[in-house]
């Protein structure tokens, strides 16, 4: 036994500067108490458990149950899928074994396209756009999978797939991610209803996702193993590991980035993105107010109403024959998306009169399509003063930022007036503020040594040991405020990130170099010495007294006559049946292991010891062996037996 290893481990270890010091032998008295030291306290301790299911136990007597699990080798649920040139999954079928027994019992296609994978369904849009979607979520009730239809905001963890979130063949690049998160999403919902259902493993090859299950009653030989396929299909073996090196999810990612890969010791540093809100109340001025102009603005009756007047409010305030007046107001639209309705609903005038808005006729009378500007052949005077409801809706007119102006064109034949009436109706609740965003990441993003590990945008992840997973978070909608019931639909709104980042310290193993160096050099069976700081400090080192255990196991040695005649090719053996005997080992029981349990037909030959049948062993295979030789035609000559 080589000392120099053992005491370098416990100079490691156990002596430390900055540790209350721990006695040597306490601590190899603890290490060693209550583990097995013979065959029959091993398979008590371990191996019963593990093939019988009885609770293991560790060497300080905790106790826990232990079953070696009982995986199906059918698998329960197939997911199968394939992409079109915008990006969808055009086909998408889910195969199922409800009995575990190998035979497919169920096989359905979605009929529409997958725009987007969910955690608990999927999402189906207009091929290539993320137009007309709809939600549907994954139900298994009464063991019959399908997918049901729901709002897409029943839904979580969403990404698109498609070309509108990106290029059309992303989804190809990650098909084996989608039939992944589909299937998971499926699997999960039959075993919210069916233990059996629970999985146990999942094997994806290319667009093809199995999911395997558990076996409940009686423990078979178990999933098909990855080791049995690749010995079956080597050249799979390289494909594989082709695969692990773009694979975000495997560890190839986190060796080849590792501090020891890069030679050097890195940091993990956090940080994040956050879209940030504040919202204002909003007054009717806030909406709509007056520019100028003949007319103004003020609130009508009800919430939310503002009233336009257009024109000048009077009576036969002009004078003349077929002249035209010309009117101009100004109003100017700050938030055109509180606008609901606007609407033309009075108006009065004599005798001719047209209301346009940025040039565009609203209403005219009474001829419709007078321009406002000529009189030609028409009459002039119609001894009336109009008062009109109209109730033209003009909303496409107002509903753009910026300066309306309004004109009212008058023809008057005699005495005359001219103007109107119009209603704005308004959403006078809050409203968006300012936004700005938050950025924690902008240093470690300028810093050369630092590298992105992980991302996750709004709960999805993009970013994963530092490689890109090809999924992209949903536009999503939210209150800018708890009070305030307005909402804003935004590409994302939190990130999370995590940063690599190296350090200015390398490797130096010079002082466990030197440490080890003393260790080794003064290693007794006593002791050794430990440098920690550049102060050598001697440690007395004494194993505690363990008992001793027996080289072997106890055997006896029994015969008895056989029963039968053996054979061989050419025929019988013997043809004294009760005259040849064979020879037994027995191991032997009893607390100090003394007795042999010999059947009642058997002889003791030697009893319970520590036998050794080596030259007994090694007489027969050297008969064996010459029997062989013999057997060998080495003249070339044919010889008969």
Known sequence: MKLVPILFFLSINVIASDIAPVDIKDFATQSLNNIPMNNKDFSKAYMNPLIGGEKLS??????????????????????????????????????????????????????????????????????????????????????????????????????CINQSCGDSKKSQRIISSIVTDLGTAAANALASNNPQYTISGAQTTGAIAKFYGQKLIGCGAGSATTMASYYQNPQDIERAAD?????????????????????????????????????????????????????????????????????????????????????????YVNMPEKIKKATLVNARWDDWIKVAANNQTIYAHPYANWDGQTIGNKKCEWSTSWNKYPNVDFTDLIKQK?????????????????YAYAQVLVDESCGLDQEWITN???????????????EIIDGVQ???????????????????????????????????????????????????????????????????????????????????????????????KTKRKKDKVSVSA??????????DWET?????????????????????????????????????????????QGLICASGDKKTF
Not at 298 to 327: F, M, P, R, T
Not at 405 to 418: I, M, P, R, Y
Not at 465 to 480: L, M, Q, V
Request: proline fraction near 3%; aromatic fraction near 8%.
């Open 440 to 454: 924690s990441c902008e240093a470690i993003e300028q810093d050369k040594k630092c590298r992105l590990k992980n």
């Open 570 to 579: 050419q025929g019988p053996v013997t043809d004294k049946v009760g005259e």
């Open 243 to 331: 695969g692990y090196k773009t694979d975000a999810n495997g560890i190839y990612q986190l060796i080849a980035n590792s501090s020891a890969a890069q030679k050097s010791l890195t940091t993990l540093q956090s940080c994040t993105l956050n879209r940030n809100t504040s919202y204002k109340n909003i007054t009717l001025s806030d909406i709509l107010s007056y520019s100028g102009g003949d007319g103004g603005v003020h609130s009508c009756a009800g919430d939310g109403c503002i009233e336009l007047v257009l024109g000048k409010i009077g009576d036969n305030y002009w004078s003349g024959y077929c002249d035209i007046q010309h009117q101009k107001v100004s109003f």
């Open 58 to 159: 560790t060497p300080s007597g905790t106790s826990f149950n232990v079953n070696l699990s009982c995986p199906t080798s059918n698998a329960f649920l197939q997911v199968m899928a394939q992409t079109n040139a915008t990006g969808d999954v055009s086909y998408l079928q889910f195969s199922r074994d409800k009995d575990l027994d190998g035979v497919i019992d169920s096989v359905k296609n979605f009929p529409k396209t997958v725009s987007g994978v969910c955690s608990t369904g999927l999402i189906s849009c207009t091929p290539g756009t993320w137009d007309e979607c709809v939600g549907y979520k994954w139900n298994a009730e009464n063991d019959n999978l399908s997918l049901i239809e729901t709002g897409v905001g029943n839904l979580g963890g969403c990404y």
């Open 584 to 628: 037994l080992y027995r191991k032997c029981t009893g607390d100090n292991q003394n007795i042999c349990p010999a059947g009642a037909d058997e002889k003791v030959i030697t009893t319970c010891s520590c036998l050794n049948e080596f030259s007994t062993a090694s007489v027969m295979m050297q008969s064996l062996r010459q029997a062989a």
């Open 402 to 418: 910026g300066r309306i102006d309004f004109t009212v064109d008058v023809q008057v034949a005699g005495n005359g007036e001219g």
């Open 462 to 556: 993009t970013y994963k040991n530092y490689h890109p997973t090809g999924k992209t978070p949903i536009a999503s909608e939210r209150n800018i405020s708890n009070s305030c019931d307005v909402k804003i639909k935004r590409s994302w709104w939190k990130v999370k990130r995590e940063y690599d980042c190296k350090t200015n310290t390398e490797f130096d193993f010079s002082k466990g170099i030197e440490r080890n160096a003393v260790v080794q050099s003064s290693a007794t069976t006593t002791g050794f010495n430990d440098m920690v700081d550049g102060v050598t400090t001697k440690i007395d080192l004494s194993l505690p007294n363990i008992e001793t255990q027996p080289s072997c196991t106890n055997a006896c």
